[in-house]
């Protein structure tokens, strides 16, 4: 057997092994106390799928005949919402492209109904009156996952309903050419320095409109949610671009993880690579990155993604994960919380978790958000570590619906079904009106919002029909395809078209540890043991921490009221200088926990200031020709650079590149920048591009300063500068805040030939206190380092 067939038999026998897989974790234990009581009748979950059923075309036909060809249906007005007719939105409304979304959105799930009279009816509909040659700016993520992916999945489903049904032989795959031409017209958002495309773009004119000139930034999800539809873009039309420019876009997301977490932020600039916001979690924002890595694995065979997904889930599961919770950390300070809050697209993760095979998780996870709905009547789009609202809406999002099918699919366990007939019955009374349905201002309230969005046609409802249908009831075998983060269906059967432009070559950055995770016995596995202890997480405890999980000082946050009851419960005090009140423990265990709470708090103290310190890089000058004082302003370190420690230190002369940004070759003055310190604006290009340039003028050290005005290293974190995985820099680089080289600059201009000295802040620090010991002793002394300071050799060697 040649490599290539042995490839492609690899990649056929990948649905069997995930079948195999899903077997394995859903063995069930013989111990009849754990049998659920709550089984659901066969006669009552198909009267559950009908009423879906009813849910969807009460929905579609209120769409049909009051809003198409328009995007969406308001409910409440009934009436179409049109792009530049309808009152504007702000940014909701770059989802909108006035090319019939809902309908396009809504094509494959027709199928899976069994309606192939409507279904041929809706694509004659899509062919004649969507086009996209509009001039109109919109999402990026939003078009390729609803209408690409919708285009795509209709084409492949009609071309199947041609073989197996026997039915629209007018069809010329005239719904394939629509996704190329969209594909297209979505491809100039690409075109940027990091390969990581922009977050929206213009139909017609592409990057071009006046209005995205300064387009920066965009999510880790709008970025990494469009290899699974690219990649059936090519393989289904033979043009390897639309497959080629996703996979560059993952990989330079993969080269943007923080190194020592593997964790990711949330909002990076597509042109320099730099994090914007450095939250990190599962939910907005970032959620379904994680869902493509593992399902491009899936449907395209790239072991790759694998390794990828698992040194992410590991990640996520360390830092993350807070027993069925998840809250957002800091990528670069993963132990430290960033929000005291959960959103409600996090609900997707349990799913994800099934398909991955870690189930225990799962079944907490989806317990709690059970819980949430269960308090609140329906998941509110954002609640707090205590499950009060945060922010009150509901936009009848379909993430907790998928989590429960999935969960159904590999335990059997009824109480899904259960769970699922509760969400069912709730939509149909908080959230039907007379023209279909409408989202809900607030929760608390009940007041509904006059919007419907397309994915209520094409997840929620669908989710729900699967649910309650068994195998026999559906005309296609769904474990035969992909789901896109939309719901979408995309055969397994793509793998085998291959991309003759793209190798699946095996990466050195991951080893045979990225593709293993243990997974637990399958025994205790039964969901009914791992939800009861989780049965009154909610209603049956204060939100406080209690004996059973004791507060580390690493998790202490003084502004949470929660954190500062338990440590007084402990007998700690937080008070004031001056307040010499003291407090008292409740009991012996809880004294003990406070005299171990305050020993970590001091270590922690430590080691935090050691750690920040140890980060920081100086740029120390003197503060005149003949002075002995010397300054030093803070700057951070880069990934990608020789890191200055120890006794190691640069000095030389600092200039000014030309032009400033350093991104054009060659510099202007190059040729007064050989064996100096240049200094480089950020912006236009990539960090490690300047560096690159540097490095190729001569320069010694690179300085990159901030283009953000009034942007500070004491008012801001510190970073380090990312790369792009090549290690060819030999020269140190550091970053500097906006108000930090404003003083730079003013030292420049009094002094024109400035030198420099780059080290390490600890090592100028340790410099400065010797300094003081020895002036402290003599006058003369002092000069005797003074006078040393001017020589070649590092000050504190001469101290």
């Not at 009060?388 to 619906?401: A, S, T």
């Not at 890191?643 to 060659?666: K, M, T, W, Y």
């Amino acid at each position: 057997m040649s490599s290539t067939s042995s490839q492609v038999a690899q990649r056929l026998l990948l649905p069997s092994l995930l079948s195999v897989l899903l077997l394995i974790v859903c063995v069930l234990s013989d111990d009849a106390s754990t049998i659920p009581t709550q089984n659901m009748s066969h006669k009552e979950r198909a009267e559950l799928r009908e009423e879906a059923r009813e849910m969807f075309y009460h929905a579609y036909h209120a769409y049909m005949e009051n809003a198409y060809p328009a995007d969406e249906l308001m409910p409440l007005s009934c009436k179409g919402r049109y792009r530049g007719v309808t009152p504007s939105r702000g940014d909701m409304d770059d989802i909108l492209g006035n090319f019939s979304m809902t309908l396009v959105d809504t094509l494959d799930t027709l199928v899976l109904l069994g309606d192939f009279a409507e279904f041929e009816y809706a694509v004659k509909l899509v062919i004649r009156d969507v086009q996209f040659d509009s001039d109109i700016i919109v999402s990026v993520f939003e078009t390729n996952i609803r209408m690409v992916g919708g285009l795509l999945s209709a084409h492949i489903l009609a071309e199947y309903l041609q073989k197996q049904a026997d039915v629209m032989h007018w069809y010329k795959g005239e719904m394939l050419e629509m996704a190329r031409e969209l594909g297209y017209r979505l491809l100039p958002a690409f075109n940027t320095t990091t390969g990581i495309p922009h977050a929206r773009v213009n139909l017609r004119l592409g990057m071009k409109d006046p209005q995205l000139k300064k387009s920066r930034e965009t999510c880790t999800a709008c970025a990494g949610t469009i290899l699974l539809e690219f990649a059936a873009l090519s393989r289904l039309t033979g043009d390897p671009i639309f497959e080629v420019r996703a996979h560059a876009a993952m990989d330079a997301l993969w080269k943007l993880r923080h190194r020592g977490s593997d964790l990711m932020g949330t909002v990076l600039n597509v042109h320099s690579g730099d994090w914007v916001r450095r939250d990190s979690g599962v939910g907005a924002g970032i959620d379904s990155y994680y869902e493509y890595l593992f399902k491009s694995y899936v449907l395209l065979g790239d072991d790759k993604y694998l390794a990828r997904f698992n040194r992410h889930y590991n990640a996520v599961m360390k830092y993350v994960s807070e027993g069925p919770m998840l809250l957002d950390v800091l990528m670069h300070r993963p132990h430290a919380k960033s929000r005291n809050f959960m959103d409600s697209l996090l609900a997707f993760w349990p799913g994800l978790q099934v398909l991955s095979g870690d189930l225990k998780p799962a079944v907490q996870t989806h317990e709690m958000l059970y819980q949430v709905m269960q308090m609140h009547t329906l998941i509110p789009e954002a609640w707090t570590v205590d499950f009060q609202i945060h922010w009150g809406q509901h936009h009848l999002r379909p993430e907790f619906i998928e989590s429960t099918y999935f969960l159904y699919r590999a335990t059997g366990d009824h109480h899904y079904l259960q769970v699922g007939k509760r969400a069912l019955k709730t939509l149909q009374q908080y959230a039907k009106v007379a023209c279909g349905y409408a989202a809900v201002n607030d929760v608390r309230t009940g007041k509904h919002e006059d919007r419907m969005d397309s994915f209520v046609l094409s997840e929620t409802f669908k989710y729900l029909f699967l649910l309650f249908s068994e195998p026999q009831d559906l005309i296609i075998n769904v474990d035969e395809f992909v789901f896109t983060t939309e719901a979408h269906l995309l055969p397994l059967s793509i793998a085998q078209l291959g991309n003759s432009t793209f190798s699946f070559r095996q990466s050195d950055e991951h080893n045979v540890l990225d593709f293993m995770r243990t997974c637990p016995s399958s025994n205790k596995l039964f969901p009914e043991k791992v939800r009861k202890p989780l049965r009154n997480f909610i209603t049956g405890s204060c939100p406080r921490t209690t004996s059973g999980k004791r507060l580390s000082a690493l998790d202490f946050q003084a502004s949470n009221a929660d954190h500062l009851r338990a440590v007084y419960d402990m007998g700690i005090t937080m008070v004031s200088v001056g307040d010499r009140s003291q407090g008292k423990a409740k009991s012996q265990e809880e004294g003990e926990m406070g005299l171990q709470f305050m020993q970590e708090m001091l270590e922690l103290t430590k080691m935090q200031s050691m750690n920040q310190l140890a980060q920081l890089q100086a740029v120390a000058y003197a503060l005149d020709d003949q002075s002995q004082d010397w300054t030093a302003l803070m700057a951070g370190p880069s990934h990608f650079s020789p890191e200055l420690i120890g006794e190691q230190f640069v000095e030389g002369e600092i200039v000014l590149a030309s032009p400033l940004r350093a991104c054009d070759e060659p510099l202007q003055n190059a040729n007064n920048v050989a064996g100096k310190i240049l200094v480089a604006e950020r912006g236009d290009c990539t960090f490690v591009s300047k560096a690159r340039l540097a490095q190729k003028a001569g320069a010694t050290a690179l300085i990159v300063c901030d283009n953000v005005s009034g942007s500070s290293g004491e008012t801001q974190p510190m970073f380090a500068m990312s790369g792009d995985g090549k290690d060819d820099v030999a020269i140190p680089v550091v970053f500097m805040y906006n108000m930090e080289f404003t003083k730079l600059a003013a030292a420049m201009l009094r002094r024109p030939q400035l030198r420099v000295r780059i080290m390490q802040m600890v090592e100028f620090k340790r410099w400065q206190l010797a300094k003081e010991a020895h002036q402290n002793e003599t006058a003369a002394a002092a000069a005797t380092v003074a006078s040393a300071a001017t020589q070649k050799k590092k000050p504190d060697k001469e101290l």
